[in-house]
């Protein structure tokens, strides 16, 4: 699974405050812990057998990321409605055709290059039927564009978007190896893009990307909502 950079500051504490983080942060993406689900320091405490301290920062940091919430007091998985869901995704829709855009600003040749790592992994990983590890290659695409922007701020804002929909995406019936395949030819559009050097291409080919990608969502959550 990927995970947010950890952060370095050599303190034995904060290490095991990352630890905790990437542990609930999976469990969270991939429907252990469920939206609404309380999460209590003392019982992730245990659970995870580590100190509260590290655990308390480690719910500082779900919260930054837009992973859990407060709720009369109590802290939960966060949750995720229709509407939310398409506000998300339009705020997305924008943080994106800005990101393909100043990642082909830099080097164009090395951007091609990792996407398309990322485009074989995905295939390698729906080949072996593993579709989780490929849902984590398919998130690794659009990871690959946000970091070669260098733009610190743009990516700290598409890591919370992507956070509050890859709870459904990996749930949902709606991410399983139908939409991955369309996903494999999409990505290969934005990369023949990225390549030929056309921006404006490389922009309609993610909007048109992401847009598939909602509606598949979309449909997935309704169905879950009236079953």
């Known amino acids: 699974m ?26 969270i993406l991939r429907g252990e812990l469920a939206p609404g689900e309380r ?23 779900l919260e930054s990321e837009g992973l859990a919430v407060r709720q009369q007091g109590r802290l939960v998985v966060a949750g995720l409605t229709i509407t939310e869901a398409t506000n998300i995704h339009l705020i997305r829709l924008s ?3 800005l990101a393909i855009r100043q990642a082909m600003a830099g080097d164009r040749k090395k951007l091609a290059r990792q996407l398309e790592k990322t485009l074989h992994d995905m295939r390698y990983e729906l080949l072996g039927g593993d579709t989780m ?11 690959t564009i946000y970091r070669m922007t260098n733009n610190e701020m743009l990516e700290r804002f598409l890591i919370q978007v992507y956070n509050r929909v890859d709870q459904y995406r990996f749930s949902s019936s709606g991410q399983g190896p139908p939409r991955l395949h369309h996903t494999d030819e999409e990505h290969e559009r934005i990369i023949a893009a990225v390549r030929d050097g056309d921006v404006g291409t490389a922009e309609n080919e993610i909007a048109s990307h992401l847009q598939r990608a909602h509606e598949f969502l979309i449909s997935a959550m309704s169905k879950e909502q009236t079953a």
């Open 95 to 97: 943080l994106e055709k």
């Open 133 to 143: 590890a490929a849902v984590d290659a398919a998130r690794a695409f659009h990871e």
């Open 39 to 61: 999460l209590s320091e003392p019982d992730v405490s245990a659970r995870l057998n580590v100190s509260r301290t590290p655990v308390r920062e480690a719910f500082q940091q």
């Open 2 to 27: 990927l995970t947010t950079p950890p952060r370095r500051t050599g303190r034995a504490s904060r290490s095991a405050s990352e630890l905790a983080f990437d542990a609930l942060r999976n469990e």
